[in-house]
């Protein structure tokens, strides 16, 4: 990689070596939404676009560090509001998310199966440790943007988060938040 300033947003920045926009409709993670009712209507009445990200993966032999854009629209499906599927990396490495807009919640889960949940907006990061696994959820009423910034090479086990389970934010009521159904 080379130095960059760049715009960062939905879209990949032009010019850049970036991944194509990835994105997740609720077709795509009927296996991560609790209320199957609920995912089989809305994926019936037109599929929502849940999230979408792009990333720069370092690829270079120093230590570099990758970063990308995830956009997640606000909304609910049954009782959970739109959320990532949420992964563990593979390998060790650490992660940071920076908000740009809008209003969420990051969940985290270790191998001891100990929750935290941190509060993602403007202005506040969340530091995501080595070992723990992370979800972020849109619980505002705006598309939540934010930036990640990761050690390359760390990975997604996404398997283990439908193995194990995962927490949702409906069951850690964040103050700020909005109430469900709204
Ligand atoms: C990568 C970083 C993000 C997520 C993205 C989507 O390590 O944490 O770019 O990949 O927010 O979440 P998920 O859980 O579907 O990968
Ligand atoms: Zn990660």
């Not at 720069?56 to 560090?65: F, W």
Request: glycine share 14%.
């Amino acid at each position: 990689m080379s130095p960059a300033n760049v715009e960062l947003g939905f879209e990949p920045p032009a010019g850049l070596d970036s991944t194509p926009l990835q994105v997740r409709r609720l077709s795509d993670l009927q296996d991560y939404y609790a209320d199957k009712d609920a995912v089989r209507e809305l994926v019936a009445a037109g599929d929502p676009e849940i999230y979408a990200y792009w990333a720069i993966e370092y690829a270079g032999g120093g230590s570099g560090l990758s970063y990308g854009v995830t956009t997640i629209q606000p909304g609910v499906v049954g009782h959970e509001f739109y959320m990532t599927k949420g992964h563990y990396h593979v390998a060790p490495g650490d992660e940071m998310y920076l908000a740009v807009s809008g209003h969420g919640t990051v969940l985290l889960r270790n191998d001891a199966g100990e929750v935290k949940r941190y509060e993602l907006k403007p202005g506040r990061m969340v530091y995501i440790d080595e070992g723990w696994g992370h979800r972020t959820v849109n619980d505002g009423v705006d598309p939540l943007v934010f930036i990640s910034i990761w050690s390359p090479g760390t990975g997604h086990d996404y398997e283990r988060v439908l193995r194990e389970g995962f927490p949702t934010v409906d069951d850690y009521a964040v103050g700020e938040s909005r109430s469900l159904g709204q």
